[in-house]
């Protein structure tokens, strides 16, 4: 078998304290998890099970890759966010089950063209422009499981050049990684290289070229990456 040109190869997060590489299959995203930022949204978070959406495994930007401004947007947004690395495959999981899928965590920034997002929103229209765009889904190195335990609580943040946007605790997430596994199984099965963003507090706003960012979650590494010019 040939090919009319030759295939990429598969996006990689890189692995705390290792030299191997985490090979990314797909990207999930929890839409609305925390209920002050569903609220900051203008929804009441009370009413709905979770829903998702994707973004293509090559918007992934690793640590110390920049972060250029994406072309049509004019309200450039950060999401600081808990992410599930997925290292065994699973469908129609029950909950005591579902913990057993994830290989590991890392700290992640769900970027958005807030103003195409709420464009597609308020027209009832996907929101992939708005969401699923080239170097959308910054992330850390992965911390395996064996290291960290599995996640529940730990201070979550974000500044930008210095000055905290976003603060909270993962505990405040209303649909905590085992329910969101469960849920999200339903619909998809979920394999080996899969990724979960897993939603994003309070506190979300505007990035510009020139702007560093800087996100952590307790225990986990220090996401840093820089915004640079239009894309």
């Known amino acids: 078998m040939s090919y ?3 295939p990429p190869l598969p996006p990689c997060v890189p692995i705390h304290g290792s030299l191997q590489l985490f090979p990314v299959r797909r990207i999930f995203c929890v839409g609305r998890n925390y209920a002050a930022h569903a609220r900051e949204m203008g929804v009441d978070p009370e009413r709905e099970k ?8 090559d918007a992934i930007v690793t640590p110390g890759m920049p972060v250029p401004y994406p072309m049509a947007t004019q309200n450039f947004h950060h999401e600081v966010e808990l992410v599930v690395a ?6 129609n999981v029950q909950r005591e089950d579902a913990l057993a899928l994830v290989w590991g965590y890392g700290v992640g920034n769900d970027l958005t063209r807030r103003d195409l997002q709420f464009e597609a929103r308020d027209k009832g229209r996907p929101w992939d422009a708005g969401k699923a765009f080239d170097y959308s889904a910054a992330v850390s190195a992965l911390h395996p499981v064996s290291e960290v335990g599995h996640l529940s609580q730990g201070r979550i943040w974000l500044s930008v050049n210095g000055k905290k946007r976003q603060e909270s605790n993962i505990s405040h997430l209303i649909w905590p990684v085992d329910e969101v596994l469960v849920e999200l199984s339903k619909l998809f099965e979920l394999r080996p290289g899969d990724l979960v963003y897993t939603g994003t507090p309070e506190g979300v706003g505007p990035l510009v070229s020139g702007d560093l960012v800087e996100c952590g979650i307790e225990g986990l590494d220090t996401l840093r990456h820089k915004v640079t010019g239009l894309v």
């Open 86 to 91: 997925i290292g065994s495959a699973g469908r």
């Open 50 to 57: 979770p829903f998702f959406f994707t973004k293509p495994a």
């Open 4 to 6: 009319v040109f030759p």
